[in-house]
């Protein structure tokens, strides 16, 4: 089964709680650990990346926490593995130094594939998973379990 790195996943499910409050004061790491129930050392390793990517900004003092570096609908799914995960490819075949690239048959599935992945995430913004987050919250079937 194709799985989705588990750092890539947690930076959307801690970018979409902070779309959630965007119009709320900076929370701390602690307040998204409990909340995204993930490790506070892995959110902090997970906000480093997203911050080094100018997706989020840090505030100091009393009152100090992270936010989003800027308008949760101008952020895409696809800024955000690329932040936390790096590059990222449906298969490791598809680079041009796979030695069986020019005679394997199994090639253009997986390029359809990845670009189809990539199409998706690069479509999909933060915003629009936050009101959608907004809408389950109020029906009571959100949930981010994996």
């Not at 750092?7 to 409050?21: H, N």
């Amino acid at each position: 089964m194709l799985r989705l790195p588990t750092k890539g996943r947690y930076a959307t499910r801690i970018m979409v709680y902070l779309a959630r409050g965007q119009e709320s004061p900076p929370v701390t790491k602690q307040e998204i650990a409990d909340a995204e129930e993930i490790s506070p050392d892995y959110v902090e390793q997970i906000l480093t990346k997203l911050k080094a990517a100018g997706l989020v900004r840090s505030h100091r003092g009393a009152k100090g926490g992270f936010s989003l570096a800027r308008d949760a609908g101008a952020i895409t799914v696809a800024d955000v593995l690329q932040a936390a995960e790096g590059p990222f490819s449906f298969a490791p075949c598809l680079s041009d130094s796979c030695r069986r690239a020019a005679r394997c048959v199994t090639r253009p599935l997986w390029r359809r594939a990845d670009e189809a992945l990539r199409k998706i995430f690069s479509e999909t913004t933060i915003g629009e998973m936050a009101e959608e987050a907004r809408k389950m919250l109020l029906e009571g079937a959100l949930t981010f379990e994996i």
